[in-house]
């Protein structure tokens, strides 16, 4: 469901075209539902695991579908195996990514994240790893 700002009402969530979304980052794209501020977070938050441990786990995955909707539909079964499946796609990572993770999981298409909890787990890692948040950025030096 989604607040339509003209009306004030809120909609459901409106099918969608799988060309307008993101196949390789999506989490809603096996149903080719509309992206809501979930999906924002779950596409940061692979991107995320990416360049902490410099891969997702279905990168090398080949999809030999008869057609390109069947090659996404395995796509997004695989994303969502690894989702369900958090100690598989969080492999390497910081133990606060599966705070990231719980949370990211339990959230439903017209729920806002909590953008303070997801800040609070990334500050978390900065501190466990010893990192000084206001040293400067290596391209600042």
Known sequence: MRKNRSTAMTQLARKLNWKKSTTRYSYSTKEEGEQARRDDVWAWFFMTIEFTVEKLPWDKTLYRGATLREKLKD????????????????TGCPKQFFLIHEHLSKLQYS??????AIINAIKAIYIDQGIDMN???????
């Open 135 to 141: 040293s400067p950025l290596q391209y600042e030096n």
């Open 75 to 90: 796509m997004a079964e695989d994303r969502q195996f690894y989702v369900e499946n958090s100690d598989k796609l969080l």
């Open 111 to 116: 729920d806002a994240p909590d953008y303070e």
